[in-house]
C-alpha cells in the first residue's frame, strides 16, 4: 500500500454552490481559507437558503478573487462581480437552529441570484473572526469554531470508500444511478491510497504540515443525491448508505475534521493516521 495521499482540494466560497478546485489552500481554525465565507439567505426570514431547498444552487459558480469578492456565473446569466461588503451595519441570519451576524453584499448581487432563483434571497457575507459560530459543544473544545459550513471545518473523504460505495450501489436496485462522483459529497480534501472506509479507525491525522482532530463521521443529507451539474436529484446514494453505512442513526461517508494547527494543504500531501 502506497502512502496516502490528497488529490483534489476544493474550497466552497458561497454555501451550497459549486466548488472551486485549488492545488493550494491556507487552514485557518475555522476552515480553509475562502471556504464558505458567503451565503444566500430568505430574504424574509434571513434564513439560510441551501440545496437542500432548491437544488438549482448547485449550477451557480463562485469564484474567489484575490480581494476575497467573488465572480458569479449562473447559466442563462451574464457574470456579476461581488465586492466584499465594506465595513458597516450587521445584520443577523439564521443557519440551522443558530444565528449569526453578518455584512449584506451589494443589492445587485442579491437581485442577480434573485432572478435565477425566481425567489427573493440576499447575498451575505461573513468576514469577522468574532462571527464565527461554535461547533456543536458534544463535539468541540473550548473556542473552536466554524464559518458558513454546516457543522465543522473541513470534511475528507477517500477515493477507495467512493470505489466501494458505488460497487454497492451497482449492486442494488437502483445501479442506473451509478456510479457517482466526489462531487456529490463536497468534500474539502479527497485522499487517494486507503483502504476502502479506513477513515472509520482515524482520530487524529496529519495532512503535509497540518495536524486534525477527527471528531465524527459526517452525516449526509438530501444533497448528496444531487447531480451537482444538473440539478437534477435521485435516490443515491442515501439508498444505499441507508442500508450499509447507517452509524448512529446517520448515514455516513467521510470525516469531518478540525484543525489543531496552522499551515498551508497543497494536492500531493502526505497523510499520515497519527491516531
Known amino acids: 500500500m502506497t502512502m496516502p495521499k490528497v488529490s483534489a482540494l476544493h474550497v466552497y466560497p458561497v454555501k451550497s454552490l459549486r466548488a472551486t478546485s485549488t492545488p493550494a489552500a491556507v487552514v485557518e481554525p475555522w476552515g480553509l481559507a475562502g471556504d464558505r465565507r458567503w451565503m444566500l439567505v ?13 437544488a438549482r444552487l448547485a449550477l451557480i459558480g463562485a469564484v474567489l478573487d484575490e480581494s476575497g469578492g467573488l465572480r458569479l456565473t449562473a447559466p442563462g446569466r451574464q457574470p456579476l462581480d461581488v465586492a466584499v461588503p465594506p465595513p458597516g451595519p450587521l445584520e443577523t441570519v439564521r443557519i440551522f437552529s443558530g444565528t449569526l451576524e453578518v455584512r ?6 442579491s437581485a442577480w441570484c434573485s432572478a435565477y432563483l425566481g425567489m427573493p ?3 451575505v457575507h461573513l468576514d469577522r473572526p468574532e462571527s464565527r459560530r461554535p461547533i456543536d459543544p458534544e463535539y468541540a473544545r473550548p473556542g473552536e469554531t466554524v464559518s458558513l459550513a454546516d457543522g465543522f471545518p473541513l470534511l475528507v473523504t477517500t477515493t477507495a470508500s467512493l470505489d466501494a460505495l458505488n460497487a454497492l450501489i451497482a449492486a ?10 466526489m462531487n456529490r459529497f463536497r468534500p474539502n480534501a479527497v485522499v487517494d491510497g486507503t483502504e476502502a472506509w479506513a477513515e472509520d ?4 491525522v496529519r495532512i503535509g504540515e497540518v495536524v486534525f482532530r477527527v471528531p465524527k463521521p459526517c452525516g449526509r443529507c438530501v444533497i448528496t443525491t444531487t447531480d451537482q451539474g444538473t440539478g437534477v436529484r435521485g435516490r443515491e446514494p442515501l439508498r444505499t448508505l441507508g442500508r450499509h453505512r447507517n452509524i448512529n442513526s446517520q448515514l455516513v461517508f467521510g470525516q469531518n475534521l478540525v484543525p489543531e494547527t496552522s499551515g498551508t494543504l497543497h494536492v500531493g500531501d502526505p497523510l499520515t493516521v497519527v491516531e
Open 104 to 109: 449584506p453584499a451589494d443589492e445587485t448581487a
Open 121 to 123: 434571497v440576499r447575498l
Open 42 to 54: 430568505d430574504a424574509d426570514t434571513g434564513k439560510a437558503v441551501t440545496q437542500r431547498e432548491d
Open 172 to 181: 442494488g436496485d437502483r445501479a442506473d444511478e451509478g456510479p457517482l462522483p
Open 201 to 204: 479507525g482515524w482520530r487524529r
